[in-house]
């Protein structure tokens, strides 16, 4: 097993909800084990509050989290990825963005709880959900044999429970 941590890119199109709560999740569950990032195509340019809010409840540091471009990550100076995972909903018609380059990649696909409206209750439902859905596919995820990954395993987690 190599010590050098496994890196992973989170992406959607506006890189405030779930590709942001992705990367936190990673990151926190990986123990140094994983080291992610996340992106987007069209980034809002600030997390979502409710991201932030859920991330606060839970402990995590939201200091070094933003909403960023993917194009911050085809460089040369960029990290190396070594799998990039798309989490926006494709089924709900979302244009998903595509990363060019070599990593492994998989989509697993989620509903957007950024486009729920209400009460911060509502919206703070909707990011729990969002994060219960996510954190058991990266739980499966580290899981997996690193040695031994392949895109047949990574895909079956994004066909977990609630995709979209």
Do not use: Q, Y
């Not at 471009?69 to 799998?83: H, K, Q, R, V």
């Not at 595509?98 to 697993?108: I, N, R, Y």
């Amino acid at each position: 097993m190599s010590d050098t941590p496994f890196t992973v890119l989170v992406l959607c199109t506006g890189n405030s909800a779930r590709s942001i709560l992705g990367e936190a999740l990673f990151n926190h569950l990986g123990e140094g084990r994983v080291r992610a990032f996340s992106a987007g195509s069209k980034p809002k340019g600030v997390p979502h509050p409710g991201a932030l809010r859920l991330l606060a409840r839970r402990g995590i540091d939201t200091g070094a989290l933003r909403s960023k471009s993917w194009n911050e990550f085809t460089g040369s100076d960029a990290p190396a990825i070594d799998l990039a995972i798309t989490v926006c909903g494709n089924a709900a018609g979302e244009a998903c963005p595509v990363f060019l380059g070599s990593p492994l990649k998989a989509h697993w696909g989620l509903p957007d709880p950024a486009d729920v409206t209400g009460s911060d209750a509502d919206v703070d439902a909707a990011f729990e959900e969002t994060w219960r859905l996510l954190e058991m596919r990266v739980r499966a995820f580290l899981a997996l044999d690193r040695a031994a990954l392949d895109k047949a395993a990574i895909a079956a987690i994004g066909a977990m429970e609630g995709a979209a």
